[in-house]
């Protein structure tokens, strides 16, 4: 199957928008509305509550790429929903859609006859926290270019404050049990791993983490991302395979517990060894 350009140009994901609409608008007293620009004039672009982005307005309007996706949604219409929340002073903060709002300010500031043909879905005042980070972690889930060590969190968070299990938020936010695997273990790696989630993505980064683990006796955690962090996930995955087979196994290893003792041997015996094994058993 050929992929749309104008999703290709866009940079979004329209299909994950079909679950982020059921979300937002399962909320009481949301509405969907034609986005007019007198509601684009009431955005409080300052507003980062739920913006990971580290781009502010000011860099977005004058950022070519900015210039673009307003051409595009001047020529094909909005593909996914802005989502908005009322503020108390009659504004409105950004849940989901801050690239996209720029860009419509963008094209309505430097594009003659600009018009829009989207929708909005605009959420009330009194609604919890939690219910507006459903949206913008849904968001975040299916973005490229979202900051991983604060989506990490966010999904740690909701995991640990709901009580939900792995496949519970895979099903919600419509990505693989092992992607929000990865991201909640991602909040316990070692800071320096975590400054570069972006660098090398969640999937590498689980590979780096498991040979800081092998090798954290020998060298510091600086030290072995500044040698593997270029390695594709296949060259992380052979060498964790290396570094396993040189580890060297004790001779026995002994497992105590409240039933009694399991001795685990690591070798073959030879005939002598297991004579002498099964008198000093017998009296025992």
């Known amino acids: 199957m050929s992929k749309n350009p104008v999703y290709d140009m866009l940079g979004e994901k329209s299909k994950s928008d079909n679950r982020k609409i059921q979300i937002a608008l399962a909320i009481p007293g949301s509405e969907l509305l ?38 595009s949604i001047y020529a094909a219409g909005l593909i996914n929903h802005v989502y908005l929340q009322k503020k108390e002073n009659d504004t409105y903060r950004i849940l989901s859609g801050f690239r996209r709002s720029i860009a419509i300010k963008k094209g309505f500031d430097s594009i003659e006859n600009f018009s829009i043909q989207g929708q909005v879905v605009i959420i009330p005042t009194d609604v919890s926290k939690n219910d507006l980070e459903k949206i913008s972690i849904h968001e975040n889930l299916h973005r490229e270019d979202l900051k991983l060590s604060e989506l990490a969190f966010k999904i740690y968070r909701d995991s640990a404050i709901n009580k939900k299990t792995f496949d519970e938020i895979a099903a919600e936010y419509s990505v693989s049990t092992g992607y929000v695997k990865r991201l909640k273990a991602a909040v316990n790696y070692d800071k320096e791993l975590i400054d570069i989630l972006n660098e090398v993505g969640i999937k590498r980064a689980e590979l780096l983490n498991r040979i800081i683990k092998l090798l954290r006796s020998e060298h510091t955690v600086s030290e072995i991302l500044e040698l593997y962090k270029d390695y594709t996930a296949k060259g992380l995955e052979e060498e964790i395979k290396d570094l396993k087979s040189k580890e060297e196994k004790p001779k026995y290893e002994i497992k105590q517990s409240k039933k009694g003792a399991t001795i685990k041997l690591n070798q073959a015996l030879t005939g002598e060894q297991q004579q002498k094994l099964e008198e000093f058993l017998k009296n025992l």
Do not use: G
């Open 34 to 71: 034609d986005f007019k620009r007198e509601i684009l004039e009431k955005i409080d672009f300052e507003d980062r509550t739920f913006i990971n982005r580290e781009a502010n307005l000011e860099k977005l309007m004058e950022n070519s790429k900015t210039e673009e996706l307003a051409q």
